[in-house]
């Protein structure tokens, strides 16, 4: 604002004085007080002379100014890429246990923000320079880079990575990123998402433990909305919803917990903790769903829950042996 009004100043002071035309003015202004030095546009008066000190005094104060600012804000530009570059690299060295998201399109996006929302540590690797500026915002770790490549992948830690997500568009990619990965970490989780189901198959047999066809999915879920809105409306409430207080989870048996080898009967699940217990997976993961009162709870075994939270969190508690 300083600068707009020296200059402002300076093409009105000429035009009164020597009686220019405004862009005659404007120009001896800025080389004015620029002090470029290119000459006077035509002769100046005594009184112009005078005005062209005071303007020069006036405006090389200003220009010296806002030059300054203009340099503090490109050094602090600088510095802060260079202390954030130091700190991303320090957290890509020290993160582990977490999950590689390849692909931050709109499903990467979700993924990331759902898991970070349950307090699970993740990595980002998308190939477009846009989702930088949004990761940062989200103080979310990520390499701009191909995630194809398996010093990428390495780069992003995945020997020390509790699973990976494929989700970039491109089938292909999909299973190649696929097959680094079972690669470089034999023992690693991947999820990959196919938009063909002809892919499905392939992506299993390259080494990914689930596979996820969201256009499949998403249709299935349309058709049940018709169908079955009830039971759609149950599972949105236990699965996603915010503000109630009955959820769904799925809970460990821990070898010390105290219900190992204890009938579903004499647990006092139902009965104590107002917790009902939907379904149970076995150690070789084979899924029993409405469990017989005599089924054994065994250590391995993962109980799929239905309760208020309170009472599943104390389940929790239980089973691992707290």
Known sequence: MMLVLVILVG?????????????????????TITTVGYGE?????????????????????????TLGIVAQMMVEIQVRAIIGRRK??????????????CGCGRIGSIIAHELRANGIPVMVIDHGPDARESLEKQDIPYIIDDATSEDVLIEAGIERAKGLIAV?????????????ARG??????ILARADEEHTEGKLLRAGANKVVLPYLIGGRRMVHTILR????DFLDFTLHGKNIELKMEELLVGDRSKL??????DSGIRQEMNVMIVAIRD?????????????RIEAGDTLVALGPVSDLEKLTSILLGK
Do not use: Q
Request: proline share 4%; glycine share 8%.
């Open 41 to 65: 546009v035509r002769t100046v008066s005594e009184p112009g002379r005078v005005f062209t000190v005071f303007l020069i005094f006036m405006g090389m104060g200003t220009m010296a100014y």
């Open 283 to 295: 150690k070789g993961g084979e899924m029993s769903f409405n469990p017989s009162s005599e089924v």
């Open 229 to 232: 809105p009830a039971v759609t």
């Open 168 to 180: 970039v568009l491109s089938d292909a990619d999909n299973l190649f990123i696929t097959m680094s």
């Open 260 to 265: 190992n080898g204890v009938k579903l009967v």
């Open 11 to 31: 093409t009105v002071g000429y035009m009164a004085i020597e009686g220019w035309h405004a862009f005659e003015a404007l120009y001896m202004t800025v080389i």
């Open 88 to 101: 991303l690299g320090r957290k890509l060295r020290s993160i582990k246990n977490h999950y590689i998201i």
């Open 184 to 189: 470089l970490n034999p023992d690693l989780f």
